[in-house]
């Protein structure tokens, strides 16, 4: 899987629209990407995650640039239960031997939502 | 729709004892993973299983653990001869069938203590 790249952390207004940014420039054509929190030590909770398109969901936004070598996951209205590390994670679409279908977690970002 | 159930919580043991951590997936869910959360590090991928059958064990150690997912009932994650070390969070995970959407939503976790 291709390698991601995160800011370690950020902080972030209550009410504001937190964007992380996620570079991963070495990703192949037949990768998406996905994005993952943890909250405190919750088990991960998936987000969204998409291919070449933007995608949009009820939790957030995935802006992925033309070229796929980096993305931005927006939080529109910041609160402060989604302070926590959000993981940006490159996968293969299709199955192709071992070790294709584990996601990698990297360090992420820790996100603070400030009150 | 009940999401992925592990248990227990939390369990303890004494170093050279055994333990057992289940996993029930998401209803609809056949395809299970498994991850290591050593104490201050990211998640590490152990092992992907489908019913009856281990498909990528290649995050799994040598030595002492060993993964199943039988036909009827959890997947369970067996550690034999628990060390110091091997206290951590454990996570499970679940998708659907590969080809309809293999996103993977994790349990709360199981949270070893080796005394």
């Known amino acids: 899987d291709a390698k991601t790249t995160q800011p370690p952390s950020m902080d972030c207004a209550e009410g504001r629209a937190a964007n992380l940014p996620c570079n991963h420039s070495?990703?192949?054509?037949?990768?998406?990407v996905y994005w993952y929190r943890q909250i405190h030590s919750q088990g991960p909770q998936y987000i969204i995650h998409g291919l070449k398109n933007n995608e949009t969901n009820e939790m957030a936004s995935l802006i992925i640039t033309e070229d796929r070598k980096s993305s931005t996951l927006i939080l529109p209205h910041a609160t402060l239960r989604d302070t926590a590390v959000y993981y940006c994670i490159v996968r293969v679409a299709a199955y192709s031997g071992a070790g294709s279908y584990q996601l990698t977690f990297g360090k992420g970002t820790k996100l603070s939502v400030i009150p | 729709n009940a999401g992925v159930m592990q248990n227990p919580r939390h369990l303890v043991r004494r170093r050279g004892q055994e333990a057992r951590l289940r996993c029930s997936p998401m209803?609809?869910?056949?395809?299970v993973y498994w991850y290591r959360q050593l104490p201050e590090e990211g998640l590490k991928f152990m092992v992907y299983?489908?019913?009856?059958?281990?498909?990528?064990e290649s995050g799994m150690p040598k030595e002492r653990f060993s993964a199943e997912f039988p036909k009827e009932g959890p997947s369970i994650l067996r550690i034999q001869q628990v060390v110091r070390g091997d206290s951590a969070a454990y996570f499970c995970?679940?998708?659907?069938?590969?080809?309809?959407?293999?996103?993977?939503?994790f349990g709360p976790g199981t949270r070893l203590l080796v005394l």
């Open positions: 070495t990703i192949s054509g037949n990768e998406y």
């Open positions: 209803k609809g869910h056949s395809h």
């Open positions: 995970a679940s998708s659907p069938a590969r080809g309809q959407g293999e996103t993977q939503y």
């Open positions: 299983l489908q019913k009856e059958n281990i498909i990528d």
